[in-house]
């Protein structure tokens, strides 16, 4: 039973598939992994980075296909939550104002969008560069609640940035999720465990992780506790992946390891530009 004023466990679900070019089949996959995750007693879906449509021949293709969230895609899954309980996060482009894209994260709560996160650290690294179709944000996204607690927004290459987990945790995160297209490569799945894991570490914060699978990503996605323990992960394929967030275990990790309390640096909110990354005038 849980002792009145202390939530209970968040039932955590976490998908992975392979998007397809094609919005309409992306939205159908997305129902499943709704159904299945409210049949399975969810509280949080987390599914992974710019399921609307994914392109690997042609990254400009990404400009024509976004869509505003009052387009057809955003609307398909608010009606897929309407009679849910289920909150859902996962991630769509929509236009920017320059014939660009926002990489953004959508919170959906029983049909409606109650927060968005629009992505800041763009992934130029590796021989890629996000930043030819994709506007940077400057705002860090404030948190929602789910189940009592409170849950923080990343995206993808943001896990490279420990700023931007402490900033969240220092606002009140519990738990941080992180939907994500981890590209595949030499090292690559190394560093996704290992930075999945040190945020959780280093902040004593949950972290769930939804990896994109399918020819040019990883999957792989996990959920690690504030300790640094897994307690759920995936492989390469599609999945659906189960993880309790207990508030119990999150107050013991902070006990036993007060880095929250122990630190002696803040973290500047503000984001600086992005060097040689052209931004529209209006990032509204």
Same mark, same amino acid.
């Given at each position: 039973?849980?002792?009145? *004023? ?7 679900? =976490? ?11 992306? $939205? ?6 709704? +159904? ?32 505003? @969230?009052?387009? #057809?895609?955003?609307?398909? @899954? ?45 992934? +130029? ?10 506007? #940077?944000?400057?705002? =860090? ?25 402490? $900033? ?5 995160? +519990? ?6 297209? %981890?590209?595949? *490569? #030499? @090292? ?7 930075? =999945? ?44 992946? %189960?993880?309790?967030? +207990? ?27 992005? #060097? ?9």
């Amino acid at each position: 039973m849980t002792t009145t *004023g202390t939530p209970r466990p968040m039932r955590v679900a =976490v998908g992975q598939f392979a998007a397809s070019t094609e919005w309409q089949e992306n $939205l159908r996959t997305c129902a499943q992994y709704i +159904d299945a995750a409210e049949a399975g007693g969810a509280d949080l879906l987390v599914l992974p980075e710019g399921v609307l449509a994914r392109f690997t021949d042609d990254f400009t293709r990404i400009r024509t296909a976004a869509q505003p @969230l009052d387009g #057809p895609f955003v609307t398909g @899954l608010r009606e897929l939550t309407r009679d849910k309980r289920v909150t859902v996060v996962v991630g769509v482009h929509e236009p920017a104002p320059d014939g660009r894209a926002y990489n953004t994260l959508v919170v959906l709560v029983a049909g409606e969008l109650v927060t968005r996160y629009r992505k800041l650290h763009l992934y +130029d690294a590796f021989s890629s560069q996000e930043s030819a179709n994709v506007v #940077p944000a400057d705002d =860090v996204p404030a948190l929602f609640t789910c189940a009592g607690l409170r849950v923080g927004l990343m995206t993808c290459y943001d896990v490279r940035f420990p700023e931007l987990a402490r $900033l969240l945790t220092v606002a009140g995160a +519990d738990l941080l999720v992180l939907p994500a297209a %981890w590209v595949r *490569g #030499p @090292l690559k799945e190394q560093h996704w465990q290992l930075m =999945v894991s040190a945020r959780a570490l280093e902040n004593t914060v949950y972290v769930a992780a939804s990896g994109e699978c399918g020819p040019r990503n990883i999957g792989r996605s996990l959920v690690v506790d504030p300790l640094g323990v897994t307690v759920a992960a995936a492989a390469e394929g599609p999945a659906l992946i %189960w993880a309790e967030v +207990d508030p119990a275990r999150l107050a013991d990790a902070r006990r036993q390891l007060p880095v929250l309390d122990n630190r002696r640096f803040s973290v500047d909110p503000v984001a600086r530009p992005v #060097p040689g990354v052209p931004a529209p005038a209006s990032l509204a």
